[in-house]
């Protein structure tokens, strides 16, 4: 079956006088965390929260787009003494391709008014700062993922390409997986756990080894303070991907029992 390049607008908008069939380069982009600017700390994690759900909109199509892993770059910054504060004017882009190698940086900013989200999305150049383009998302803070789903439809008119709905899009091979993951990361960043957890099992039953799968799942048992749940499925993360780019991000999130800290056994212990 032919795929449907859900987020294609994206890699266009990236050589404007063209279609993406004359491109001969893979376009590199930076998604730098959106500004959370409802004036409400309960959205703050939707600062990192949308650029991990247009991450996860684009990750079927890594053949045709590359996106800097947010987790790897940051460990660069922390080895420089730097954070993401740093690059929010375009005085700093110069050095934030430099570091990311990218070539494109996507930006933008969320309101909340009236039980609805406002998402703004910027996409720049990162050697000119030249804005390529602007989009805008509103609708209810219900369902968060088609709030995103609606930026990439604009990006999609943009380019006079047809889309679908995310719930008919043959996204990739595994469309159901897709669906379920992306499903997940909506409910997840909504505060809405239970159903978080419900669509990253879907995704795992299917694809017991699914490393993004794994990873959220523990995310969300743990940010829904179910820590003896989070700690598990950290551990068979750890297990079952040990050569995953997050598993120091994950190693991290171990308790180490004090016991075991006494006895100098620090290492990371993964039982069946």
């Known amino acids: 079956m032919r795929k449907f390049i859900f987020m294609i607008g994206v890699l266009a908008l990236l050589i404007p006088t063209q279609g993406l069939a004359d491109s ?15 004036g409400k700390e309960a959205y703050e994690s939707l600062s990192t929260g949308l650029p991990d759900l247009l991450t996860a909109f684009l990750s079927p199509y890594d053949e045709r787009v590359t ?43 969320v309101l909340f008014s009236d039980n609805k989200f406002t998402i703004n999305a910027s996409l720049y150049e990162l050697e000119s700062t030249q804005l390529l383009k602007a989009f805008e998302s509103y609708g209810s803070s219900k369902n968060l993922s088609h ?37 997940g990361v909506g409910y997840y960043y909504n505060g809405q756990f239970e159903l978080a957890l419900t669509y990253f099992m879907k995704v795992l039953e299917s694809h017991p080894d699914d490393e993004l799968a794994q990873y959220w799942l523990a ?52 039982t069946d």
């Not at 892993?69 to 420089?80: A, C, N």
């Not at 003494?81 to 391709?97: D, Y």
């Not at 008119?157 to 719930?167: N, R, S, V």
């Not at 079952?240 to 997050?246: C, L, R, V």
């Open 147 to 183: 709030l995103v789903q609606k930026i990439t439809v604009q990006l999609a008119e943009y380019l006079k390409t047809d889309i679908k709905l995310i719930e008919d899009l043959p996204i990739d091979d595994n469309p159901e997986k897709s669906f379920n993951f992306i499903s």
């Open 67 to 109: 996106i800097i892993d947010r987790g790897l770059l940051e460990s660069v910054f922390s080895e420089k003494s730097l954070s993401w504060e740093g690059f929010t004017s375009e005085k700093s882009w110069t050095q934030l391709g430099q570091l990311s190698q990218a070539d494109y940086i996507l930006r933008g900013s």
């Open 24 to 38: 001969k380069e893979k376009p590199v982009i930076v998604i730098i965390p959106f500004e959370n600017a409802t």
């Open 219 to 270: 995310k969300t048992f743990q940010e829904a303070g179910m820590v003896d749940h989070a700690q598990l499925e950290f551990r068979v993360f750890l297990k079952k991907h040990p050569k995953s780019e997050k598993f120091s991000e994950v190693k991290g999130y171990l308790i180490i029992p004090k016991e075991e800290k006494e006895k100098g056994h620090e290492e990371v212990k993964v």
